[in-house]
């Protein structure tokens, strides 16, 4: 069974403070590692896919990096705009994709 | 429209009556999801069609009737729901994932559920 498993559960930053989240996984052979943002009453959005370790994906103040059992989302230098709760999806032999519970980012100005 | 559509987006609900819910994609996708979101707990997939023909049905039970009339279409029929069923339905699409390397799931903005 596919498991991800996402960390902090919450994190609260100030303006400029750059930090990471983290997702932890375990899937029988892994087809896709996603990032989604979802903001409060909203449907998720897409962010980044990543495919085999090593890979590393950027848009505007987030990079994603891929290692064989975990995913980091990077924030550089955040604004408030970048509060959000941060969701990691794996798809694995199974096509589905498996939800971890997010991290809810707060950033303060 | 573009996207990934979903109506209405607030519903509140008896447990006898009986309701629709309609999700409708404008990417030119061949798969279609239907996820349950409820507070501090990961998304829950329900169903999944995949060129209009249902490929997964996770344990649902069946006061939850799915319906894929077409490629665009979705609808999540709901009758005699109790109230832990209020919750955030969201709907998804995405190219089948046995069809194409890129398949990433874009979401509707979801129908937010609630069952008195």
């Known amino acids: 069974e596919d498991q991800v498993t996402q960390s902090p559960e919450a994190l609260r930053l100030q303006e400029g403070e750059s930090s990471s989240l983290n997702c932890s996984y375990t899937?029988?052979?892994?087809?896709?590692l996603f990032w989604y943002r979802q903001d409060p009453g909203k449907g998720p959005e897409f962010l980044f896919t990543?495919?085999?370790a090593g890979e590393e994906k950027e848009k505007e103040r987030l990079k994603a990096t891929l290692t064989k059992k975990e995913s980091f989302l990077h924030i550089t230098a955040p604004k408030p705009e970048d509060s959000a709760t941060y969701l990691c999806?794996?798809?694995?032999?199974?096509?589905?994709?498996?939800f971890g519970s997010g991290t809810q980012l707060t950033v303060l100005p | 429209e573009t996207g990934v559509t979903q109506t209405p987006r607030h519903l509140v609900m008896g447990m006898t009556n009986k309701k629709s819910l309609k999700c409708e994609q404008h990417?030119?996708?061949?798969?279609m999801y239907w996820y349950k979101q409820s507070a501090k707990k990961p998304l829950e997939l329900m169903f999944v069609?995949?060129?209009?023909?249902?490929?997964e049905n996770n344990s649902v039970p069946s006061r939850f009737s799915p319906e894929c009339p077409n490629s665009s279409h979705l609808f999540l029929h709901l009758h005699t729901l109790q109230p832990e069923d209020s919750a955030l339905y969201l709907c998804?699409?995405?190219?089948?994932?046995?069809?194409?390397?890129?398949?990433?799931?874009?979401f509707g903005p979801g129908t937010r559920l609630t069952v008195t």
């Open positions: 998804a699409s995405s190219q089948d994932p046995d069809r194409a390397a890129a398949y990433e799931q874009y």
């Open positions: 990417l030119g996708h061949n798969a």
């Open positions: 990543l495919y085999s």
């Open positions: 899937v029988s052979g892994l087809r896709g």
């Open positions: 069609y995949s060129l209009e023909e249902r490929v």
């Open positions: 999806a794996v798809s694995g032999s199974a096509r589905q994709l498996t």
